[in-house]
C-alpha cells in the first residue's frame, strides 16, 4: 500500500507544484468551459487557468521521473503551450479589434487545451495502475482511451462550436 501511494505523490516541489496545478485546472476547467462569456468573472478566472496551465506546462518540462529523459509528456507538455499560447493571443486581438472570428479561435485553442489537459490526467493515471487485468500493457490502453477520448471531445467541440459561431455572427 505504501508503494502504492508513493507513486502517486509528488516527489519535488516541482512536482507538487504540476500535480496541485493539474487538479486545480482539471476542476476549474469545465466551469469556465460552460460559464456566460464574456463576463469579468470567468474572464477572471480564465487568465487564472491560462497562468495555473504555464505552470504545469513548465513543471512538466522539468520532469524526467518516468524514464529519465524526454517522452511523450514532454512532447504534449509543448503542445499544450502550443494551444494555449495562440488561445490567449485570439482573446486579447478579439478584445482590441472586435474581430469575431477570434473569438471561435480562441474556443478552440482553449478547449483543446482542457481537453488535452484531461487527457495528460488520463494517462498518467494509466501509466501508474502498473499491469490492467484485462493483459493490455498500461501503454496501449492508455493509447486507446485516450485516442476514445479525444474522438469524443471532438465532436463535443464542434458541436459546440457551431453554438459559438452562431453567436459571434
Known sequence: ???WLTAWLPQSA???VHFCGALAALVLGPWILFARKGDRQPRLYGYTYVAIMAAVNVTALGMYDITGRPNLFHFFAGLSLGTIVPGVWCAIRA???????LIVAHY???????FGLLAAFL??????LGPLPSGLP???AVGIGTLFALF??????QHRA???MRRCG
Not at 478584445?95 to 472570428?101: E, M, S, Y
Open 14 to 16: 516541482a512536482g507538487a
Open 95 to 101: 478584445r482590441r479589434t472586435a474581430r469575431r472570428h
Open 152 to 157: 469524443v471531445a471532438n465532436l463535443w467541440i
Open 138 to 140: 498500461p501503454f496501449a
Open 123 to 128: 494517462s498518467q493515471v494509466g501509466t501508474r
Open 162 to 164: 457551431t453554438e459559438i
Open 108 to 114: 478552440y485553442f482553449m478547449t483543446w487545451a482542457y
Open 1 to 3: 500500500m505504501t508503494a
